[in-house]
């Protein structure tokens, strides 16, 4: 037995004295209980950073004793990736995970003042997960010995070649362990009813908010301009999955924002909080178990439906057993507690309405657009889970989710707006932009229905940002910016909303096939293919296709050279990308034909105009920064600053 796979059995062993610890110090509070807990959860940490870092050793030494280090490195590599090797695979991705959770549990001690219940609890609940994910671990052991040593490794797959490789996955899986302290206190504030759970999904929900958001773009450009999918969101099941948890988080992040001014919504927080976790675990394993078909999903995959696979994978691979069963007593627990909780609430008295602006208060306008995300969730996990037997066109979704966006941004409009303008003109106004987004649906074909759907909400909704915005300008700078941070994030949003509309409604794409000094029409270009190369290599073989693209009859756009290699049946796709303000320039070689006879060689070539993609970019850049100003305006040393400078 090696260091690694001590470290890996000791760690279950250190978890398990912690619970026991905790439960101690929970009964009967007790120093010597309260110190032995907090300094095996120190020690766990410390135990999981040595296994951490003495993979990542092997990894960069390319030690191929080592199965998961001879799966997924090869000294050719470079040291990054070598590095991405880590987490390539389900093993070194749950060990990251499990350090991100007990980092999490230890620095969230350090900053929940006080040694109420609450404490206490999340961290016990906390503990009782991370022992699964270390219970697991032994299944999925990254430490484990080949039996004989290869004489080089596999290396990585050609399409995970990229340096968004070596910073993607990372940033999920600690945001995924963020998650694990929201789920923990959840559950905690079900037991104790004890309101700080609000501050742990402030720090942690917004964290974990960020990294995910920020793992989704990432991976959305990484897709667009390294793997030659020819977009940056195809709703395939792997992205969709990671999705739901980031919009469940969004779902938890506002009401938590309720509860804390309402005192409201204290089951629906918890709930979320759960279905927040049961979806990030959704998203981890069961799509690498190979249970969804997906271009993402780098394994042999078993034939048959869905629920074959499901059958397959729980029945051959202990590791995703455990977590189904990690989600089923997740499910179970939150239920049992929030039906305990509902119990011992008391009747409210009906609320009376007596005109539209009561029908309209600030408390349901928030309240439906909270359960306006929900539906927005559920219907997109719906369609996943139909999906998931075989493919759904993009437009499926498209179609399903629009009217429940279109009724969050109409509701978005009235909450904002009703400070400043009369609520019956504002109803006028949703209600036009409703009617010229149907009407628009209903006359327009193919996709290019999502513009005119989505133009009126642009302006509507933009301009209840800034009015709102606008009123804040006077302020002092510290209400100004706190005023001004959520809405930069919804700024935001709706850039990437407009963004994917135009560049998915408007976007063309055509794929022809020329011979060498042919041009033909491609789209709104004229492409025109000058030499076509086919060259064989000790790799594998590199197509290349030397092109001019040329727009309204003589403006030469592109004159340049695209290819394509493949090595060992796998095909990498190198895209040529020209970016513009206003469009992308998007083109592809799909193959290379040799000629008859020694004659012209022919090449097939997609050509795409994407136009407005600048602003799903954007858009991310201003919710990213939305969400970080908000926290930095809370954030003690931040407001002390901001007041400093403000004065």
Partial sequence: MNVGEVLIYLNPLLVLCSIYFGFSNLKNSNKIYKRNFESLLAITLVTHTISLLLLAYYFLVTDLRFEYVSDYSAEHLSLGYKLAGVWAGRDGTLLIWAWATVLSLNVERKLHSGEDSQKQITSIIGCIILLGFCVIQLYINPFSQNETVPGIGNGLNPLLLSPYMIIHPPIIFVSYGMIVLLYASGMAYLITGNKNWNATVKRWGRSSWIGMGLALAIGGYWAYVTLGWGGYWAWDPVETAG??????????????????????????????????????????FVTRGGIWSSVHAFIVEETGGAWSRLGYVLENDVSVKGFFILMILSIIL????????????????????????????????????????????????????????????????????????????????????????????????????????LAYAIMSEGRGWMVGAMIPWAFICGYSIFRYMWRYRTKKLLPMLRAWGP?????????????????????????????????????????????????????????????????????????????????????????????????????????????????????????????????????????????????????????????????
């Fill in 487 to 647: 809405y930069t994030a919804h700024l935001g949003i709706m850039l990437i909303l407009i963004g994917y509309c135009l560049s998915y409604g408007l976007g063309t794409e055509d794929s022809i096939t020329l011979q060498e000094g042919e041009r033909k029409l491609a789209g709104n270009f004229i492409l025109e293919l000058d030499k076509a190369t086919m060259d064989p290599g000790p790799d594998g073989m590199k197509m290349t296709a030397f092109i001019r693209l040329i727009e309204n009859d003589d403006d030469v756009v592109i004159d340049d050279q695209i290819s394509k290699r493949i090595e060992e049946n796998q095909e990498t796709t190198q895209i040529y990308l020209k970016h513009q303000i206003h469009r992308d320039l998007y083109i592809t070689l799909n193959s290379v034909t040799p000629g008859a006879e020694g004659g012209e060689n022919s090449a097939t070539i997609t050509v795409r105009e994407i136009p407005g993609i600048i602003l799903v970019w954007t858009g991310t850049l201003f919710t990213m920064s939305g969400m970080l100003l908000t926290m930095f305006t809370e954030w003690k040393p931040g407001k002390e600053w901001l007041r400093s400078i403000g004065k």
């Fill in 334 to 437: 939150t239920f049992g507690l929030v039906v305990s909780n509902y119990r011992k609430k008391e009747a409210e008295e009906p609320k009376e309405y007596n005109s539209l602006e009561d029908y309209f208060s600030e408390d349901n306008t928030f309240f439906a657009a909270i359960y306006t995300q929900l539906l927005i969730l559920t219907v997109t996990l719906v369609l996943l889970l139909v999906r998931v037997n075989g493919y759904m066109a993009p437009e499926v979704f498209e179609v399903r989710l629009a009217p429940f966006v279109v009724i969050l941004s109409a509701i978005f409009t009235i909450h904002t707006l009703r400070p400043f303008i009369d609520l019956q003109k504002i109803l006028v106004v949703v209600g036009l932009g409703i009617a010229f987004s």
């Fill in 243 to 284: 999705l739901l948890p980031w919009l469940a988080t969004t779902s938890l992040l506002h009401t938590s924002v309720m509860s804390r001014r309402k005192k409201k919504y204290s089951v629906l927080g918890p709930l979320l909080a759960m279905f927040t976790f049961v979806l990030v675990l959704l998203e981890s």
